[in-house]
């Protein structure tokens, strides 16, 4: 995080309408500029998994290398031509946005993070092994095959 960043967030601002009115406030984030529809995919990733689980089951505290494995296996997904979670029957765009944000939470707030303290040796071309280790590969052709997936045959 720059000074720059620190800086903006934590200046204060006056604005004056129209009427004559001032009001303090602080510099935050634009989040006028987010699009709507990343929200909409969140949330409705987030009323399937309050149906399936209980409301806010996620705070309980999602390990990253689980929320980054379904993150990286929904891409793949999406890679391979598919649409639709089987399993939600939602958009596979959706889970990845809710998994893109469960890890940028746990980030954030420095929890769950078990990723391994040492990075294994790495052999050959390495985004080919690292691809591997999380049950990715590619078939001679090209191909992604995900043979890591359980109860997928892909």
């Known amino acids: 995080m720059s000074d720059d960043h620190l800086t903006r967030k934590f200046t204060k601002i006056f604005a004056e309408a129209s009427s004559g009115a001032q009001r ?12 709507i529809e990343p929200l909409r995919a969140y949330a409705r990733v987030s009323n399937f998994g309050a149906k399936k689980y209980t409301n806010y089951n996620w705070e309980k505290g999602l390990p990253n290398t689980q929320i980054a494995r379904s993150l990286i296996d929904h ?4 890679m391979r031509g598919e649409d639709t979670d089987h399993e939600s029957g939602l958009s596979i765009t959706d889970h990845i946005v809710w ?6 939470y746990n980030q954030a ?15 050959g071309k390495s985004h ?27």
């Open 109 to 123: 707030h420095g929890i769950c993070d078990d990723r391994p303290k040492e990075k294994p040796p790495l052999h």
């Open 75 to 78: 891409i793949f997904a999406y």
């Open 24 to 35: 303090e406030g602080m510099v935050m984030e634009p989040y006028h500029l987010i699009p």
């Open 99 to 104: 998994n893109a944000a469960a890890l940028s």
């Open 128 to 154: 080919e092994t690292e691809l591997w280790v999380m049950g990715i590969g590619y078939h001679k052709d090209g191909t992604i095959i995900n043979h890591g997936r359980e109860g997928r045959n892909d």
